[in-house]
């Protein structure tokens, strides 16, 4: 009989760092989006999509039945950018690539400051509308940042 152990803390696993080998385009930076979708500067090194989004697609998976594709832009050798999603949403969305609730998205991906380095991503939701709060820090700096998806953030 063992007395007084306890288990060791269960800790989250890491966030995956998504390489410069997966970088979908080369737009310029800041990225402003089409007219009607206009990316927004976070943290002076991300373009971020337009608050509003649309409508996910239903995918019929459980336990992420609603799925929308939103890409981001990050500034051509920045520094590293690590987007979470909030406490308490992680029951409620996850981020692509696992799905989970956080990813990194490493720094150095190339040199000229005026381009932009695109990734592909998304949102795996569990119900069909959500106003969705991330927190990206980079550089030392952290925003939260909000995205409507089937529906307005207010």
Request: glycine share 12%; charged share 20%; with cysteine.
């Amino acid at each position: 009989m063992v007395v007084g152990a306890t288990a060791p803390p269960v800790r989250a696993a890491p966030a995956r760092t998504v390489p410069c080998q997966e970088i979908i385009d080369h737009p310029k930076f800041p990225y402003s989006g089409a007219r009607d979708r206009r990316y927004r500067l976070v943290v002076g090194v991300v373009s971020a999509p337009p608050e509003f989004l649309g409508l996910p697609v239903a995918l019929h998976e459980r336990p992420w039945p609603y799925w929308l594709k939103a890409a981001l832009v990050i500034r051509a050798g920045g520094p590293a950018v690590s987007i979470n999603v909030a406490e308490r949403w992680k029951s409620r969305v996850a981020i692509n690539y696992d799905p989970g609730s956080s990813i990194r998205i490493a720094g150095g991906c190339g040199t000229d400051p005026h381009v932009g380095n695109a990734y592909a991503g998304g949102f795996y939701l569990r119900s069909r509308a959500a106003c969705i709060p991330l927190v990206f820090h980079a550089g030392g700096k952290s925003a939260a940042v909000r995205f409507g998806v089937g529906r307005r953030c207010t």
